[in-house]
């Protein structure tokens, strides 16, 4: 980066990035947490419920206490999905993705330069594929009137969080690129 005000602001704006897509990355993760609990208390409820009604308990457990969470598992299949997708910009942009070191462990730093530049644009290119099939994929849902079974949640209110996600990686890509077309 330059000493220039120009080059300032950029850096400025990359950092304020960085700094969003981590708390993205932290809300997904919390988001999985959320999805744990409601697994644990599902099977804490389903073996109350049956400790309840084979009357191990002796039926002194209300209903409400005594009973697995309705609809967990589909909250946890739109959970899941939507914080995976929350790690992704984060990946992109600490290059934590998978890499294949065995390629580059005796390439020289030059070499390392240009493959991580293909990897951004390789990226970048796949994310704006993903994020735009995605869209009409979403489109598709809506248009249907799609729900889960049992909570009759719209599965296109999943797509929502799913599609920033991946605008976040396309721009995290942006800036990978950047970064290696500097480098390269």
Same mark, same amino acid.
């Given at each position: ?11 400025? #704006?990359?950092?304020?990035? #960085?700094?969003?897509?981590? /708390?993205? +990355? ?5 988001? !999985?947490? @959320? *999805? *744990?609990?409601? %697994?644990?208390?599902?099977? /804490? ?5 049956? +400790? ?16 697995? /969470? ?5 909250? &946890? ?19 934590? %993705?998978?890499?294949?070191? =065995?390629? &580059? @462990? ?5 070499? *390392?330069? #240009? ?6 644009? *390789? ?7 993903? $994020? ?19 909570? !009759? ?8 969080? =799913? ?5 976040? &990686?396309?721009?995290? @890509?942006?800036?990978?690129? $950047?970064?290696? +077309?500097?480098? +390269?």
């Amino acid at each position: 980066m330059t000493d220039s005000p120009a080059g300032s602001r950029t850096a400025e #704006r990359h950092r304020a990035f #960085r700094r969003f897509v981590t /708390i993205w +990355a932290l809300l997904g993760g919390a988001l !999985l947490c @959320a *999805v *744990v609990l409601v %697994n644990t208390g599902s099977i /804490i409820g389903a073996a109350l419920f049956t +400790a309840n009604e084979t009357g191990w308990l002796g039926g002194a457990l209300p209903h409400w206490m005594a009973s697995p /969470i309705l609809g967990d598992f589909e909250l &946890t299949e739109m959970g899941v999905c939507i914080a995976v997708f929350s790690f992704l910009p984060y990946c992109q942009l600490t290059r934590s %993705n998978v890499t294949a070191d =065995i390629f &580059t @462990a005796h390439a020289s730093p030059q070499w *390392v330069a #240009r493959f991580s530049l293909l990897a951004s644009l *390789v990226a970048l290119a796949f994310m704006a594929i993903l $994020a735009w099939r995605m869209y009409f994929g979403m489109l598709d849902q809506r248009e249907y009137g799609y729900t889960t079974a049992i909570l !009759l949640l719209k599965h296109w209110y999943a797509y929502l969080p =799913i599609l920033a996600s991946l605008a976040l &990686t396309v721009l995290a @890509a942006l800036v990978t690129l $950047a970064e290696d +077309a500097e480098r +390269a």
